[in-house]
T-cell receptor, first 114, second 111 residues
Framework: SQTIHQWPATLVQPVGSPLSLECTVE??????LYWYRQAAGRGLQLLFY??????ISSEVPQNLSASRPQDRQFILSSKKLLLSDSGFYLC?????????????FGDGTRLSIL | GESVGLHLPTLSVQEGDNSIINCAYS??????FIWYKQESGKGPQFIID?????DKRQGQRVTVLLNKTVKHLSLQIAATQPGDSAVYFC??????????FGPGTRLSVLP
């Protein structure tokens, strides 16, 4: 069966520090991969998605970037964190190429910027 | 633009009763819908999905109803249990890769 892992589960970082959040998927090949941010009481905001290695699409202008160095690895990064980057970050995957498919989520990273 | 919303932000039900969580969507071209359950501190968990060529789909203790005429989606949970307490999201997709998610409804199960 397929599983998705995100780490760390929680992270406290000072303003201006760099960020690297990692997500890996097991049990499937060539997945679509996604990064979301979830604000309290609001819907999920899509940040980035990827349909293949090295292919990244950004949905909103921001202080963050994403990379996909391997087929089942997705990384969310920042060179200098802002207070507004605080939030709950979720990674998700879906099957590629078969029309509408559900997205399956990891358990997220709670990021707090001090 | 597209939007997905919810009629009720919070819902409290007695244990053993049935729960109904509602969702409205605005894009009549949307053809695929999902309900997710999110427990505190965890990621959303897939519950059930439905495509626009159906108006009802059943799972284990859950039923999703789709009314395309009024662009309304609902999730029914039978014999609600304490473990059902969570936030429930609906999401819509119009054959693209990107879903639109609602803000969620918090379901509280009372003993």
């Amino acid at each position: 069966s397929q599983t998705i892992h995100q780490w760390p589960a929680t992270l406290v970082q000072p303003v201006g520090s760099p960020l690297s959040l990692e997500c890996t998927v097991e049990g499937t090949s060539n997945p679509n991969l996604y990064w979301y941010r979830q604000a309290a009481g609001r819907g999920l905001q899509l940040l980035f998605y990827s349909v293949g290695i090295g292919q990244i699409s950004s949905e909103v202008p921001q202080n963050l970037s994403a990379s996909r160095p391997q087929d089942r690895q997705f990384i969310l990064s920042s060179k200098k964190l802002l207070l507004s980057d605080s939030g709950f970050y979720l990674c998700a995957w879906s099957v590629r190429g078969y029309g509408n498919q559900p997205q399956h989520f990891g358990d997220g990273t709670r990021l707090s910027i001090l | 633009g597209e939007s997905v919303g919810l009629h009720l932000p919070t819902l409290s039900v007695q244990e053993g009763d049935n729960s109904i969580i509602n969702c409205a969507y605005s894009n009549s071209a949307s053809d695929y819908f999902i309900w997710y359950k999110q427990e505190s501190g965890k990621g959303p968990q897939f519950i059930i999905d439905i495509r626009s060529n159906m108006d009802k789909r059943q799972g284990q203790r859950v039923t999703v109803l789709l009314n395309k005429t009024v662009k309304h989606l609902s999730l029914q949970i039978a014999a609600t249990q304490p473990g059902d307490s969570a936030v429930y999201f609906c999401a819509e997709n119009n054959y693209g890769q990107n879903f639109v998610f609602g803000p969620g409804t918090r379901l509280s199960v009372l003993p």
